[in-house]
């Protein structure tokens, strides 16, 4: 019998049969009631894994499609952007923002750490007139994490918009849109809501609304503009009564993916979200704890900047990163990240996001990586990086949810 | 018990229990060989639909969405785009070409009519330096069909790019994308192919990648470039061998979608393509035959322009629309699509672009939409209707496929 491997990647990450289940549905039209309930329902559950008030819409796409819609409809070619870069991901907003004609400032840091408040205050005070900060929370290409809430109070301070790339964040860590003054909250359905991919996610701020009242031109783009979803969709209220208006879709909606999302948000709230916050935290701990003792180093320099949902590990030198991947997942069924673009081989990537952040995989995983690097020539101590990750987890068991 | 209803909605369309159940799959990292394989596999069948040897390329979208990534990905501000408008969705396609910031030109006629060629080429004659030509082969918001493989020669003269939205014909009715010059046929998951929303599909000439190629600037997107898939998916050939390159996705891609489309392109071919071109335009003669027998008028003037997927009825003076698609929707299961826009309430719409192109839909809806009528005060010989599009079924039976 061939192992059933498990995907340690971060994102997508393994869905559950309870929400694949959910997609079989026969056809519908997106403006029957039951399916505009459907959609209610849906931004309602994911009100609560924001953390937010706000308005939350969701449509085709992915998570850079996600940040590039919420880029579109609130920046006008010349706007000031200013991109905090220290991972692939960060670069990306930085280009997205450029295509779209914004004039965009970067503020780099080293990848390996997050970034000191103090810089992006110094940067906003020296440039005038920013309209909008872009910080990615949790640098998927890295593992390593920004401190998205102390950024958000400066950038409050300083009158600009402030977008925050939740991809690899939201609903596996601790993301409190409205305490964090984040106005755009950009995410995805596949990494730790554990759905299947094919949605973006966005939660928009009155503030971004306003801003995209006041444009002068309409977005450069038809399809992703969100102010259409101000227009044409979220009921509003008038003299205290609410008015539903056309609630047209601004884009076709993906009915199947919108009922896995909705059975997987379900999935997520019963076992409740700081529940989660604190089991995928747990295995962060246990990883590190684990790498430390088979003698390998964290791609993040401190631990105050290391994701609680993706570990990465520095790639030891003179060992092929494919060949590491290789082995682990064709010989213990281990599926695990490799580096992207400037960081190509030099880092393994292993999210804990999913079911995956409980002890059984999270132990086969450093197992895996252990052993692959011994087969490959490295001498290390795997049970020494076994017991240390085990010792992190205690006596919390290993039970996993039945799938 | 209650009747189980039916889509004679333009999209989405019923989605076989087969197609259905394609999506129940464990999550897979997009770089897995296998899923691969399935991405490739999927654009070969979709190339035997599109009648191209060109590329075709798919991604989370809708129709909309394709069509803004065609012209996004060739068009930079300033050029001259002559779209070709005669419904909803040909002022769509000009609205996207002018948010992209397009010099757009439009070329009008009635919408009850499809374009006469010989205006598209006097237009074409006047205006020098047209980039591209946006035209939509079958007007979803009315029924009408445009002459696509005429204006393509034209198209072809004057040395300017040809761009299709194809949405509501392809897979059902007869789009030669090679034969008619098409440079960029833009469609979507969930009309004639009857799979689950949530994807765009487009074919690429070898002009087009020629025209992203020679932009001066990137365009405006990131995630919906289509040049990304020229760079890094599309295997290339160098001295007669291929290089596959790093087969890296431009944009995460949808699996579940993915497999769910690529089992309904097998079903279609299974059934063969031209039989089914034959089938929905058989169900269309008969529907256009019934709806002449009750007495109403047909939306496109002329039985030229009569789509071989939609049926676009007008809508009885002094009965309003909403309650005619309600008692056909409420009494007799039957979901039938309404005006958009500029006709709100004009038209109902009648789709024969999946299973529902057989007999017993058909008959089924032209009792419904006939006993409506009636029900709302309008004297019709319902009977009659039905036994004029018997005749045209003739004796063809009325087998349904098992779903």
């Given at each position: 019998m061939q192992q059933r491997g498990f995907l340690m990647t971060p994102g997508p990450t393994e869905i559950s049969t309870r929400v694949l289940r959910a997609q079989l549905m026969p056809a519908i039209e997106p403006g029957d009631p039951s399916f505009i309930e459907v959609m209610d329902e849906t931004a309602e559950l994911l009100k609560e894994v924001f953390q937010t008030k706000k308005d939350v819409v969701f449509f085709p796409g992915s998570g850079r499609v996600t940040i590039e819609s919420a880029l579109a409809s609130v920046i006008e070619p010349g706007d000031k952007v200013l991109a905090l870069v220290n991972g692939v991901f960060g670069k990306w907003l930085k280009e997205t923002a450029q295509r779209l004609g914004a004039n965009v400032l970067e503020l780099a840091t080293e990848w390996r750490r997050g970034f000191d408040p103090s810089e992006v205050e110094r940067k906003l005070e020296r440039e005038k007139g920013i309209k909008l900060v872009g910080v990615v929370h949790n640098e998927t290409s890295t593992g390593v994490r920004n401190p998205v809430a102390e950024i958000g109070k400066i950038v409050r301070d300083y009158g600009a918009l402030y977008l925050v790339?939740?991809?690899?964040?939201?609903?596996?860590d601790d993301v409190r849109t409205d305490d964090w003054n984040i106005d755009l909250s950009c995410t995805g359905?596949?990494?730790?809501?554990?759905?299947?991919?094919g949605l973006s996610i966005v939660s928009v701020s009155e503030g971004a609304w306003k801003a995209m009242e006041k444009r002068r031109k309409p977005a450069s783009t038809f399809s992703f503009d969100l102010y259409k979803w101000r227009q044409t969709w979220i009921p509003k209220e008038r003299g205290g009564k609410l008015i539903w208006g056309y609630r047209r879709h601004p884009i076709e909606p993906a009915p199947h993916l919108t009922y896995a999302l909705n059975e997987a948000i379900k999935e997520i709230l019963e076992e409740g979200l700081h529940e989660r916050f604190k089991r995928n935290a747990l295995a962060g701990r246990a990883i590190r704890s684990g790498v430390h003792a088979l003698g390998l180093e964290l791609y993040p320099k401190e631990e105050e900047y290391a994701s609680n949902t993706i570990t990465g590990v520095m790639n030891p030198e003179r060992i092929a990163n494919s060949d590491i991947l290789g082995i682990m997942r064709n010989k213990y069924g281990v599926v695990a990240g490799g580096g992207l673009e400037e960081i190509r081989g030099k880092v393994i990537r292993l999210a804990h996001?999913?079911?995956?952040?409980q002890p059984i995989y999270v132990l086969h995983t450093l197992w895996a990586l252990g052993s692959a690097l011994r087969e490959l020539g490295l001498t290390l101590n795997i049970d020494e990086g076994l017991m240390c990750a085990r010792e992190v987890f205690g006596s919390r068991g290993t039970a996993v949810s039945t799938k």
């Open positions: 790339d939740t991809v690899s964040s939201l609903g596996g359905c596949y990494k730790c809501l554990n759905a299947p991919p996001m999913s079911v995956t952040s």
